[in-house]
């Protein structure tokens, strides 16, 4: 034990010894006023300066450039890991799972709109072609006499009844339900 402390306490010297050796060596400095320096004094505080100010400049050149490096670096390595991954059977489900869930939802109302639109137009259109007579009458019709060809045709309007209004109306606003449906298909979240 005694051995233990003896090595301890020469250690001790030791680094005190330094310390104070080293501060022994710093010059000591004095602060002036620029006054009452000379000319020759001042443009060679004013030159240090500028030397001081290039070095720091300098050092912060290099600091960016190795960041700059590092990022570069750093990029390189994630853009090839990304690009070995994405060539593999996981990556490829993966990056098709990104996709749907970018534009899946979209896509999926597009498609179903577009469906709806071709099923429910041409149903709407024969049924108004079938419920709907049509407003005109053919009366008489003058052919040539050899050649069955059509020369004039005579129409007459049919009048407007009621149960044919309110058929048109419902399929007015049948046609717009349909577009209403198909919109809220293809614009709904």
């Not at 000379?38 to 001081?52: C, F, H, P, Y």
């Not at 190795?66 to 670096?73: N, P, R």
């Not at 059509?150 to 309007?157: A, F």
């Amino acid at each position: 034990m005694h051995r233990k402390a003896m090595v301890a306490l020469m250690v001790v010297v030791v680094v005190l010894g330094t310390v104070g050796i080293a501060f022994a060596q710093q010059e000591e400095r004095v602060t002036v006023p620029k006054s009452m320096l000379t000319e020759d004094q001042l443009a060679r505080l004013k030159t240090e300066q500028t030397i001081d100010q290039i070095e720091a400049v300098g050092q912060y050149a290099g600091l960016g450039k190795e960041i700059g490096t590092a990022v570069s670096d750093s990029l390189n390595a994630i853009t090839d890991t990304a690009a070995k991954f994405a060539e593999t059977k996981v990556g490829k489900f993966t990056m098709w799972m990104v996709a749907y869930k970018i534009l899946g939802n979209d896509l999926l109302h597009l498609a179903a709109g577009i469906v709806l639109a071709f099923v429910w137009l041409p149903i709407w259109v024969w049924s108004y072609k079938r419920c709907l007579p049509s407003s005109r009458i053919l009366i008489n019709e003058k052919r040539e006499p050899n050649k069955g060809k059509v020369i004039e045709r005579n129409w007459q309007r049919m009048p407007d009844d009621y149960d044919n209004r309110v058929r048109q109306i419902t399929h007015a606003l049948f046609f717009v339900g349909l577009l209403l449906t198909n919109l809220i298909v293809f614009f709904g979240g």
